[in-house]
């Protein structure tokens, strides 16, 4: 089982759509857990770090469920720009494991 | 400024030779990571130095050898270069208190081995 597992997509979705990423990983004692954005012959941006009571900023959100060892991000009000690959990453002992990426594509 | 910097961008050699990927921060971070993407986009980690100290070595072949000459640069030089080498390498950096802060990527080098 991969370490990280995202669907890969791709996510066709036109401009204004809500879209949700889900992401689940298999190490319990992962201690921080991270949204990166890859565009594409670009190199990974942090989009934003997930807290277990989750967090938002502008259009979007992050959650975590511990229990579920499961992490998802919803983005609303999507715009061309939001097209790219999004990375969802953990923390399971000092490294950063990142999953192969949901691919995002939005259309007008 | 470039807060991480790659070079070269593009690389491409025959196999057996032997290649250096250099990277800078001016970020003043205590920690610089090596990454390979493969054509699959799966991005996983080779090496991290804290201070100029290794501290990752992942299950990488020993043709592959990071160099850390002060906190700011990390080089990698690859030997004998084979097909499957061929990936993008990411350098990033970050600031690690006591667990992994966030990670700064370089542009990325693009190696294409023949």
């Known amino acids: 089982r991969k370490e990280v597992e995202q669907d890969p997509g791709p996510f066709n979705v036109p401009e204004g759509a809500t879209v949700a990423f889900n992401c689940t990983y298999s190490n319990s004692a992962s201690q921080s857990f991270f949204w990166y954005r890859q565009d594409c012959r670009k190199e990974p941006k942090l989009l934003m770090s997930v807290y277990s009571s989750g967090n938002e900023d502008g259009r979007f959100t992050a959650q975590l469920n511990r229990a579920s060892q499961y992490i998802s991000l919803l983005i609303r009000d999507s715009k061309l720009s939001d097209s790219a690959t999004y990375l969802c990453v953990v923390n399971p002992a000092g490294k950063l494991v990142f999953g192969a990426g949901t691919i995002l594509r939005v259309k007008s | 400024d470039t807060a991480v910097s790659q070079t070269p961008k593009y690389l491409v050699t025959q196999m057996g030779n032997d290649k250096s990927i250099k990277c800078e921060q001016n970020?003043?971070?205590?920690?610089m990571y090596w990454y390979k993407q493969d054509s699959k986009k799966f991005l996983k980690i080779m090496f991290s130095y804290n201070n100029k100290e290794l501290i990752i070595n992942e299950t990488v072949p020993n043709r592959f050898s990071p160099k850390s000459p002060d906190k700011a640069h990390l080089n990698l030089h690859i030997n004998s270069l084979e097909l499957g080498d061929s990936a993008v390498y990411f350098c990033?950096?970050?600031?690690?208190?006591?667990?992994?802060?966030?990670?700064?990527f370089g542009p990325g080098t693009r190696l294409t081995v023949l």
């Open positions: 990033a950096s970050s600031q690690v208190r006591q667990i992994p802060d966030t990670q700064y």
């Open positions: 970020l003043g971070h205590d920690t």
